[in-house]
């Protein structure tokens, strides 16, 4: 099976192992040595997803939304998204120089072309611009694709920019 993710990037830290324990319980439902992961590997669920995916036995896919993507990052976040890029099985980097708006939504379809499902870790908000979580999973929906939404009671998020 081929799973995308989309999500938000500020969780706090109890959300986040939240968030870890359910995305582990969907993967085992699904027999995580048959799994492909795909993701761009933001801070957030992105990387929650990939550790996963990768710690289940599973193999990751990777979308790299632009050239200047990993600067855009914070510092812990690039560790982890270099370490995790690292370990993919595939790397795919779109062409646009610096990361946007209109990268992400590209780097997202992208992902949807390639999946059979869609875990997306939010809240159920509007998009709050182009690319964002809410986008994908409208996106996936209008596919009709599976699209299973996370958001465990009495989660949070950290309220910093966020998609």
Avoid: N
Avoid at 134 to 163: F, H, S
């Amino acid at each position: 099976m081929r799973i995308a993710i989309t999500g938000h990037r500020d969780l706090d830290e109890t959300t986040t192992a939240r968030v870890d324990a359910a995305i582990r319980e969907l993967l085992r439902d699904h027999g995580t040595r048959d799994i492909v992961g795909v993701s761009c590997l933001a801070d957030g669920a992105d990387q929650i997803f990939a550790r996963a995916v990768l710690e289940l036995g599973g193999r990751l896919e990777v979308i790299v939304p632009a050239t200047g993507y990993a600067a855009a990052l914070g510092a812990r976040a690039r560790r982890g998204f270099e370490e995790l890029k690292a370990r993919a099985a595939v790397v795919l980097p779109l062409r646009h120089p610096r990361p946007g708006p209109g990268p992400y939504r590209e780097a997202g379809l992208a992902m949807l072309a390639r999946v059979d499902r869609l875990i997306a870790v939010w809240d159920g908000a509007p998009a709050r611009g182009r690319g964002g979580t809410a986008e994908v999973v409208e996106y996936a929906r209008r596919q009709k694709m599976d699209v299973q939404v996370i958001w465990p009671a009495g989660a949070t998020r950290t309220g910093a920019p966020a998609t």
